[in-house]
């Protein structure tokens, strides 16, 4: 009988939203009309870049009505969405992602420009002031970064405490710690200010420094997990990425140097990804930029995210080859594992870094091919492309499966391919967060619908 009325019920609504189409809205009213079918009250709500706002929802409020005192009633509808699979933290002009299409832009430029036309340089400069730098602007970007790359010993030290095999992003996020530690002027409550809100200069002098302590930071701790010495080189007419590779002991390795600026063009931005938006959470209270890194790299270093690469190749060692491949299929089919370096929250295509990423392997031909798995990364490659679990569910493989082979390529060691991938991607978390302080303060305060007992 309840099921008969309701359906009578969502006829006459039918009816009802069709007469309100035809009569009262027009293609260019941007409105979405909602009736809560517990008071059968309308509201209109604004609708913006196909958007509209959660806080709206508030006066969707039926009071009157009888519901537990946790549901908070009077404070109107709360949108859930755990893991924000639908849900917009803010606006931003810097990224744009087209998951349907396989499109990935910076600014008004696609990747396949950039990473054609231009190196990571140009492209930090794109992302953080939204323009690519003229040479003047190269050149003091390059040495304003370089003249923070001069670690206070208490940060080789806090490295060096770390047995070299001790999980490296763990060492990183101590490695910024203690960069931060070892300039309290750049933290607002110990200095005893707000610093970045509204001003640009403290936030640019913050990015400098974020970059110079990141790279700097994974170097001193590439050189310890290869028992090298470590020496710092901070030259102001090199780029970061040579003057990180300097200091991992890799002077004038021009292939390495060509192949990382095309690599962290690819990872450098992501929209608000899950470690970028853990470092807007942290500076949405207002936190200095290096310790938000540290909240960047706890977030991904997760297998789900950054983590994957590092992940990736270790499946890759287990598999051994085309025989272990099938195995591990068998496991996740049957939901006993995830493959690595497959699906994407926003692809639903071709993840269109991995062109780029074949292109790369492509200039590294000789020590690519001399990796024994190869086969293995090819074989997964060829199962996700073909087989029903992955293609109805629209998974392809992602950036994460094949970067770690150019890691390898190019000589690194695996423990430090997720914090390389992680040096990118600061960049964009930096842009980001100037953008964010051109705003007004706003904090990342997440609600939660209370399912458990309220106290009486
Ligand atoms: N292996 C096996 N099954 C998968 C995988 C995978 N890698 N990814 C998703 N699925 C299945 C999942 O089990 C679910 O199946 P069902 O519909 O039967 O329940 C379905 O696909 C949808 O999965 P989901 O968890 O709702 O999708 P999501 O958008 O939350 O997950 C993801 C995105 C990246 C966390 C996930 O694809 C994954 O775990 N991938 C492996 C880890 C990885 O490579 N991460 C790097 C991502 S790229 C870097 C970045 O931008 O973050």
Known sequence: MAATVHSFIKLLLDFYYYLLNKVFVFPSLEKLWVIDLRTFRPYSISINHNAVQA?????????????????HIAKGLTLLDPGFRNTAVGESRITHIDGNRGLLQYRQYSISYLVTHHDYEDVVHLLVWGHLPTLDEKLNFRSRVAKQ??????IIRVIQAFSPDAPAYLIVAAGLTAWAASDPDSVPVYRGYSIYEKDSNAVDE?????LAAFATVVAIMACHQQGKPFTPHADPTLSTIENML??????HDRQAASALNKLWILFADHEIT????AFLNATSCLSDPISACVASVASGNGPLHGGAIDLAYKRFKQMRNKEGVRKHMADVKAKKTRLMGVGHRVYRTIDPRIPHLHSIMADLETNVSQNPLLDVVL??????AEDPYFTSRKLSINADLY???AYAALGFDPRIFTPLAMTARCAGALAHWRESMNQPPCLW???QVFTGEVAS
């Open 55 to 71: 806080t709206e929802f508030r006066k969707i409020s039926p009071l009157g009505i009888t519901a537990s005192p946790q549901d």
């Open 274 to 277: 899950n470690s970028t938006a």
């Open 379 to 384: 074989e997964i490659d060829r199962t996700v």
């Open 149 to 154: 790359m001069v670690p206070d010993q208490s």
């Open 403 to 405: 970067s770690s082979f």
């Open 206 to 210: 913050g990015i400098y420094r974020s």
């Open 445 to 447: 305060r997440p609600r």
């Open 246 to 251: 300097i200091m991992m002991g890799r002077p």
